[in-house]
């Protein structure tokens, strides 16, 4: 049996508990800070969206769902004046006016775990990705690929870390 990657694993576990609080996905909870901003996701929590319980008739237009947040109690009157800005941003992420409306829960949020920051990639690596991309003619897009080469070398020796602690 070939082994799954984790994000198949944890999609597949959380799916069901995301689905009951009407998340399609994990994208809006795993994404939060970079969907409101890392000022926002550290007083705040997507709870849960409620969509609305009855089909749009043909040719009707559907009724947008509500985002349940939960908020700190010192940060509350800031965030409801955030409210707009915050609906604009959760419905640029998911491509379509979903939210219409946002419930703000007063209460404790968690703090979010910290981000290592990444270590440098080794010169080999460098220059294997460098090697990997140096047949594109385009300087632009060379350097554009070499990111994302670096970027995913990265990434990788992050996960392999991680399952190695």
């Given amino acids: 049996m070939a082994a799954k990657p984790l994000a198949d694993l944890i999609d597949e576990l959380l799916a069901p508990a995301l689905a009951a609080q009407g998340f399609a996905g994990r994208a809006i909870v ?3 800070p970079e969907i409101v901003g890392e000022r926002l996701a550290q007083r705040t929590r997507p709870l849960k969206i409620d969509w609305p319980r009855r089909r749009p008739a043909p040719g009707e237009a559907s009724e947008p769902a509500t985002m349940v947040v939960r908020v700190e109690s010192a940060f509350a009157l800031e965030m409801q004046q955030l409210g707009p800005i915050v609906l604009e941003r959760v419905n ?18 968690e703090a979010a ?5 990444p270590q440098p990639l080794d010169s080999e690596t460098v220059a294997r990705v460098g090697r990997q991309v140096s047949g594109v003619a385009d ?4 350097a554009a690929l070499e990111r994302l080469g670096q970027n995913i070398a990265q990434s990788t020796r992050h996960s392999r870390d991680d399952t190695a602690s």
């Fill in 30 to 32: 795993s994404l939060w």
């Fill in 92 to 109: 640029t992420h998911l491509g379509w006016r979903a939210v219409g409306k946002l419930v703000l829960k007063q209460g404790p949020v």
């Fill in 113 to 117: 775990v910290p981000k290592r920051a």
């Fill in 139 to 142: 300087p632009e897009l060379r």
